[in-house]
């Protein structure tokens, strides 16, 4: 049995894509620890064997963030002091060091605490990966390298690194580099250039996990479509998107489900037609069993789940990542891009009509999930961090012969 280590930052987006990794992990009998707050600390709790919970002193407000410009200095800021408040917490807290490190691109301690403690570690990625051939920095991210901020938070991470006396460089930190394996929670079809990544990258799907805290959903019984519709955790504060939705949807017949999150106001929002269920939280992946089609942000997490199922998907991002992922999907031909500005229920509903009768897009969703789940997901990702399980821990497991 190897003690094994999580580290990501604490949100959705980054702790659900891990779920299933850390239970197969502990399920193959292995130690796992995960470290969150306590906003996260029951889920994580689910596929753990023990939880390290800390609390977050600067964490940022990431709803502000567009991840362009200032706003993505703003977010390498927060991490930079995140991760020097963190470290000594997170040392402190693990005085059984782990065999191995598993930790999220942006969880920047988990990567440095593994190296103070001299320690493999791999790396998991829940997004669209950058290299020579592609890069975020191309087209969406929109950084100007001659920022006085941005050269400011470059001093400040040097400095802090040298101290740290890991020996990663801000270059290392900041994309990666360096990293012994990075395991991907996305198939390389969907990745752009999937072609151009090295065998360092490991492109093994989502890691999906029935995520318990969400309970459960069952389909009722109307016959016609099934529509699912979510703008997911952080950038759901969109009443309007939602009251269009709804109006969208009215005499659709069938059902659709409309998760708004915590972002909106349930009562405000009118009342739904009765075709419409409104929630703010759902069991998204129930629901995805049986949806014709997702009308979704194309956060990472949602556009793998929902491929998973072979789901085909209307895209409404609501930042430049979203914006990445959802080019991607009508990239590769499983569903279509909605500018969210100026969006009406009547063009929603042209939108809707059109993807539900569109029998090319629904049999390449169907392809994709048949790439997806042959990618491996949590037992490939599995078997890559044990193999980075050191030799003296394997052979202390297997004993005498």
Request: glycine share 8%; with cysteine.
């Amino acid at each position: 049995m190897a003690r094994v280590a999580f580290f990501a930052p604490p949100s959705a987006g980054h702790v659900n894509p891990t779920l299933g990794l850390a239970a197969e992990l502990r399920d193959r009998g292995h130690h796992v620890t995960y470290a969150t707050t306590a906003d996260f600390a029951e889920r994580v709790g689910e596929v753990s064997s023990a939880v390290v919970t800390y609390t977050e002193q600067f964490a940022g407000d990431f709803r502000s963030f567009r991840f362009t410009g200032r706003s993505l200095v703003d977010a390498m800021s927060a991490s930079l002091a995140e991760t020097a408040a963190l470290m000594p917490v997170l040392d402190k807290a693990f005085t059984d060091r782990p065999d191995v490190v598993v930790y999220d691109n942006a969880a920047w301690w988990g990567r440095l605490l593994a190296a103070q403690w001299r320690v493999p570690s791999v790396q998991v990625s829940p997004m669209l990966m950058s290299n020579a051939d592609w890069s975020m920095s191309e087209r969406y991210t929109k950084l100007n390298p001659l920022q006085p901020r941005l050269w400011a938070f470059l001093l400040r991470l040097g400095g802090f690194l040298k101290s740290t006396g890991t020996g990663v460089t801000p270059k290392q930190l900041l994309t990666g580099d360096g990293a012994a394996r990075r395991v991907v929670f996305i198939p390389r079809e969907f990745q752009y250039r999937g072609d151009s990544f090295d065998d360092t990258y490991r492109f093994v799907g989502p890691c999906l996990y029935e995520r318990k805290f969400l309970g459960s959903w069952q389909r009722p019984h109307e016959r016609g479509p099934l529509l699912l519709v979510t703008l997911g955790t952080i950038y759901n504060q969109q009443p309007q998107f939602f009251r269009t939705c709804m109006d969208a949807c009215a005499g659709l017949g069938g059902h659709v489900v409309i998760a708004v999150g915590d972002g909106v106001d349930l009562a405000a929002l009118g009342t739904p037609p009765p075709n419409v269920e409104l929630r703010r939280f759902v069991a998204q992946l129930h629901v995805l069993r049986h949806a014709d089609l997702f009308v979704t942000h194309a956060g990472m997490g949602s556009t793998m789940e929902a491929l998973y199922h072979g789901v085909p998907m209307l895209a409404v991002p609501q930042m430049a990542e979203e914006q990445a992922n959802a080019d991607r999907i009508a990239e590769v031909g499983a569903g279509r891009v909605l500018d969210p500005a100026g969006l009406t229920a009547a063009t929603l509903r042209t939108e809707i009509d059109r993807m539900l009768a569109d029998v090319a897009v629904r049999d390449r969703a169907r392809q994709l999930r048949d790439a997806i789940r042959a990618a491996g997901g949590a037992a490939a990702a599995a078997d890559c961090v044990e193999a980075f399980v050191p030799a003296t821990v394997t052979s202390s497991q297997e004993g005498p012969r």
